[in-house]
Each structure stands twice: as structure tokens, then as C-alpha cells.
């Protein structure tokens, strides 16, 4: 007699029957998850157009007072009355009130010798040629200094004015 | 392992000391200078200076030459230094040192800088002297535990004006610069150089009552007047304050007078009876921009207007010379 074979799991394989379109969608369903991560990782490696930072052009426009001056290396700030002097810069002229001894002496054009990367201060006042002078530009305690080195009278002395914002 | 650790130390530390040897190994002297007295203004200085050089390591250097000299001679230009030695041939040539070039073990400083720091003025009481330095242009390898001579030869064209100086002379090499004192040699004759030359005199020697910083300058620079009460008794001696009586000559030939005792014109006390002004000539004579100053006529008075004093303590006036050259 043949034995007969009990069906012990039919409930399991009528269950299966069911599952089997479930894991088939959700294996689709994967795929294109995985596809879209792709796509997206693809599109995210995209070269960047990296643009350099640029130097700000230098700019002296507004009014700048002496904080400093010395002469052939003395400091003269506290023993002659620098106070009063101003230089009112616009964006390619210059006025100056109370004038003391400077680089020139009377109003007119002014520019840098690279805006950018400036080196050199000229001037060219109304009634005389240019003249020029170097030019530091650091920033001290949080404010912008503008250091010019010149010769207002005898070219053998040198004077260095230290400028400021005034306010 | 930490003997081992101990050991390398030391090791470290006598090799240290040995290359430290080779390294401090030259000195230098200037036996004897030969200088003039004096010269006419606008005359070539001639200055010898016999150097001996002792070596116990082994150095590959330049020389270098220096000389303390008033600035109105612009030596930069208007010197050259030569010399001969027992390891050279024939006359070696010297090349100036641009000032901002920084001096070996200067910490940063350049020779002239450097220089006035560590060796001084030589005694000058006016501000406007300066050292020039030169190198040689070759270096020069020298053996060990020997010692070198070498005969220097300075030549400086002078300026027309009359003055006095002290003249002062420095040799180093460009490895030890001036890094301790046997490692250079300095030299200061005792005698105060004089150029006989035109102008006022400018007395870099003697105490002066009152003198002008810059020497060289033109109406446009800030001049400092200074009176030193203390060099001479005069009539301001018990002054509690100070004022300037001023002349201002033009290249027409006129004068112009600021003699009042205010603001203007006082001077500030240093102390000690010594007193001072800072002016801006074309500002206190009031200028217009066709007319120069040639020239500065002036008196120190108190408060009152008296007491004038002036050149050498007398009622002449003390005088400057507005020039650039």
C-alpha cells in the first residue's frame, strides 16, 4: 500500500502562492531605488565650476586724516598739529583742508598705479606735474591704513604718513 | 634605551659645541687709522685702516668695511673701499650694501641700522650722521689657527660745506656680522675731522646752544629748532618759558620777522633747561607759492621779549641755511 503523502504545508504553499507578485514588486521596487541613487550620485559627481575668489579693487574714496607721521624715521605726530589736516578722495580727485607739509600742496587728480594691487599713490595737483609715492595698504585694529612715504621739501629727508578714515 | 636616549644628548650637545668652535673662530682689529686733520670742502678724504684678522676655524665671508660719516657727503655715492691683504692679489674691490639688506645675525636689521644700534655715533651731538656699509666682492675662504692682515683703503669726496665730525670705522665679516665684539673691530680717532669748506659751520663736535635737525632741508620740510641751556650760562637760564624771534630770508633778499610771544612761536621744555620747536617755514612766514626761503635768522627771548639770546650766547643771531644736497 502506497503510503499517502499528508500535505502538511499546503496552507504554506497557498501562502507562498500569494507572496510570490509581493517580493517581484518589491525587488522592482529596489532596482529602481538603486537605479535613482545612481542617477542622482552620477549627476552629483558633475564637475563644479570652481571660480577664484577675486581681490577687491582698493578703494580710498571719503575723508582720511594723519594718525601718524614721521620725519627720517622721527615721530613728529604729537609735536606738530597734524589734527586739522584732511584728504577728501573721490573717484579721481582730491581736495585737501588746513594743508601741512605733503606730497603736494595743492587740489587735484589722483590715481593708483593698480587698482587691485596698489603700489604707488600719484597725484597731479592744478598747478604742478605728477608726483608719486609709495603706498602701503594694511588694515591695523580693524581699520583700513593708507602709509605713504615721501619728500615735501629736501628729497634727502623722508616723511611717512600713516592715513585713516575720518569720521 | 634611555642611557642610549642620554647618550645622544650629549653627543648632540659636543657636536654642538664643536661646530660652535669651528664657528667662533675669527676676530678682527683695526691697529691704527691714518686720516687727515682736515681737507677743503669738496676734497677726496683719504682714510687707511690696518686690520688683523685671527681665524682658529676654518670661514668662507666677505669683509666688510663700514665708516661713520656726516650725510650731507651722500658716501653711498661718493665713497669707495679698496683693499689689499697677505691671502689676496692686488687691490679688492668693495661694493656699497644697499640699506634694507639685512645684516647676518642682525635679527633682521640692516647694516647701517645695526650698526648705529651697536657700535653708536662715535660721540657726534648732531643727528644727521649715518654708517655705510661696504662689502667685499668676493669671499674669501681663510685657513684655520691663522691670521690675516689687511691694509684698507677708504676714499670719500667730501661736501663743500665746513663742518666737524667724528669719523668712525667698523670691520666685520658677513657670516659673524656683529654678532658679539670679538668678532668685529671698530675704530674712533680721538681728533674731530674738519672740512674746511663754505657756509655755516656745522659743528657735529662741540655742544652747540642751538642746532637744526634736519641739516639739510628746504622751506617745505617741519625743521626742529633746539636750545640747550644747559651748554652756557645766558639770560634765560631761570626762563620758565621760551619763545623763537624769527627772520625768514626770501630768494629776493627779503625779511620777514615772526617775533611775538605766543602759541606760534613758544617752544616746548625738554627739561634740564632745554627747549624746543617744531616749524613748517612757508606756513609761519605765510608764503605764497612764488616765494622760497633761502634762509633763517633767529633768537630765543622769554615771555617778556627779553633775554634774547643768540649765536654762542651773544646778540647775533643763530643762522640756518635752507640746502639739499
Not at chain 1, 60 to 65: A, E, K, M, Y
Not at chain 1, 124 to 152: C, E, H, W
Not at chain 2, 19 to 26: N, R, S
Not at chain 2, 236 to 258: H, P, Q, W
Amino acid at each position: 500500500m502506497k503510503p499517502s503523502i499528508t500535505k502538511l504545508n499546503a496552507q504554506e504553499e497557498e501562502l507562498r502562492g500569494s507572496i510570490r507578485p509581493l517580493k517581484r514588486h518589491c525587488l522592482r521596487i529596489k532596482k529602481f531605488i538603486l537605479f535613482t541613487i545612481a542617477a542622482v550620485a552620477l549627476w552629483a559627481c558633475k564637475p563644479e565650476r570652481l571660480v577664484a575668489p577675486g581681490e577687491p579693487v582698493k578703494a580710498l574714496s571719503g575723508s582720511w586724516q594723519i594718525i601718524k607721521a614721521t620725519r627720517n624715521g622721527t615721530d613728529l605726530t604729537n609735536r606738530f598739529d597734524f589734527s586739522k589736516f584732511r584728504i577728501h578722495f573721490t573717484d579721481s580727485s582730491y581736495t585737501i583742508d588746513s594743508l601741512v607739509p605733503f606730497i603736494v600742496a595743492g587740489n587735484g587728480k589722483w590715481a593708483f598705479d593698480d587698482p587691485t594691487y596698489p603700489f604707488q599713490l600719484s597725484f597731479v595737483a592744478a598747478d604742478s606735474g605728477k608726483k608719486s609715492a609709495p603706498l602701503l595698504y594694511p588694515v591695523s585694529a580693524g581699520q583700513r591704513n593708507v602709509i605713504m612715504t615721501f619728500s615735501p621739501g629736501c628729497g634727502l629727508n623722508s616723511y611717512q604718513y600713516t592715513l585713516q578714515k575720518a569720521n | 634605551m634611555k642611557a642610549k636616549h642620554k647618550f645622544s644628548g650629549w653627543g648632540w650637545k659636543a657636536v654642538g659645541a664643536l661646530l660652535l668652535l669651528i664657528i667662533a673662530g675669527c676676530s678682527m682689529t683695526i691697529d691704527n687709522v691714518t686720516q687727515p686733520g682736515s681737507v677743503n670742502g669738496g676734497d677726496i678724504l683719504p682714510v687707511t685702516l690696518n686690520v688683523t684678522i685671527s681665524i682658529n676655524g676654518g670661514q668662507t665671508s666677505n669683509f666688510m668695511v663700514a665708516v661713520l660719516v656726516p650725510k650731507v657727503w651722500n658716501a653711498q655715492k661718493n665713497a669707495t673701499i679698496t683693499f689689499t691683504s697677505d691671502i689676496t692679489s692686488g687691490d679688492q674691490g668693495m661694493t656699497l650694501i644697499p640699506a634694507g639688506s639685512p645684516a647676518p645675525q642682525g635679527g633682521g636689521l640692516d647694516w647701517p641700522t645695526l650698526l648705529a644700534q651697536k657700535i653708536g655715533n662715535g660721540g657726534n651731538l648732531l643727528p644727521d650722521y649715518e654708517w655705510v656699509a661696504f662689502y667685499s666682492n668676493s669671499a674669501y675662504t681663510v685657513a684655520d689657527n691663522s691670521t690675516v692682515h689687511a691694509t684698507v683703503s677708504i676714499k670719500i669726496k667730501t661736501s663743500p660745506d665746513n663742518l666737524l665730525f667724528k669719523l668712525g670705522y667698523c670691520v666685520a665679516n658677513s657670516t659673524d656680522g656683529l654678532s658679539s665684539p670679538d668678532r668685529y673691530g671698530t675704530a674712533f680717532p680721538n681728533s674731530c675731522f674738519q672740512v674746511n669748506g663754505t657756509g655755516d659751520l656745522i659743528d657735529f663736535c662741540n655742544p652747540q646752544l642751538s642746532v637744526v635737525d634736519p641739516r639739510t632741508s628746504m622751506d617745505n620740510d617741519i625743521i626742529t629748532l633746539t636750545f640747550d641751556g644747559g651748554v652756557a650760562p645766558t639770560p634765560l637760564d631761570n626762563a620758565t618759558s621760551v619763545y623763537l624771534c624769527i627772520s625768514g630770508i626770501t630768494d629776493a633778499g627779503d625779511s620777514l620777522s615772526v617775533c611775538e610771544q605766543t602759541d606760534r612761536t613758544k617752544m616746548r621744555s625738554l627739561g634740564l633747561n632745554k627747549w624746543q620747536k617744531d616749524i613748517w617755514p612757508r606756513k609761519l612766514f605765510g608764503l605764497p607759492a612764488n616765494k622760497h626761503l633761502t634762509g633763517l635768522r633767529y633768537w630765543l627771548t622769554d615771555a617778556a621779549g627779553g633775554g634774547k639770546v643768540g649765536y654762542g650766547g651773544g646778540s647775533a643771531p643763530f643762522t640756518y641755511t635752507f640746502k639739499c644736497q
